[in-house]
């Protein structure tokens, strides 16, 4: 049985993980991802209060990145609703952000603990602003539970 323990919305565009970089001083992330890093990990330990979570608990996350609208679908032939993207960034490069994000707040030890993801690409609404929405779920095995 899968039990919610954080729903959260990280505002701002989302951003992918970028590719590690290598200069005469060793490896780095790229600004921008490390920048995007920073912030939602902050937003997510002030939401997250709880102690990290064990290794050995299952966990699904349930994402949706939400993107600026293009500025030639504003026309009144164009839905008002989200709409999926089917452009870079790839889906699994914003996952790794936020998973990368999430560990970095304490929340899991790992992301190898992620059992299930759930993620949702889209353009905006009309009148919506780009942020990421995720819920992180774990699953609560009775019988484990009972024999521990």
Do not use: C
Request: hydrophobic fraction near 35%.
């Amino acid at each position: 049985m899968w039990e919610m323990i954080l729903k959260m919305t990280i505002p701002g565009p989302p951003v992918p993980m970028g590719r590690p970089r290598y200069s005469k001083w060793g490896m780095y992330t790229p600004p921008k991802s490390k920048k995007w890093m920073k912030i939602a990990q902050e937003r997510i330990a002030i939401k997250w209060l709880n102690t990290q979570l064990e290794t050995e608990i299952p966990v699904k996350l349930v994402a949706q990145f939400i993107h600026k609208r293009p500025k030639n679908r504003y026309r009144k032939k164009d839905p008002d609703e989200r709409y999926f993207k089917t452009t870079s960034p790839d889906l699994d490069n914003l996952e790794k952000i936020l998973l990368d994000s999430i560990v970095y707040a304490r929340v899991m030890k790992d992301d190898s603990q992620v059992v299930a993801i759930e993620s949702l690409d889209y353009y905006g609404a009309k009148d919506e602003e780009p942020h990421v929405e995720f819920e992180l779920w774990i699953y609560q095995n009775e019988i484990l539970n009972t024999t521990k």
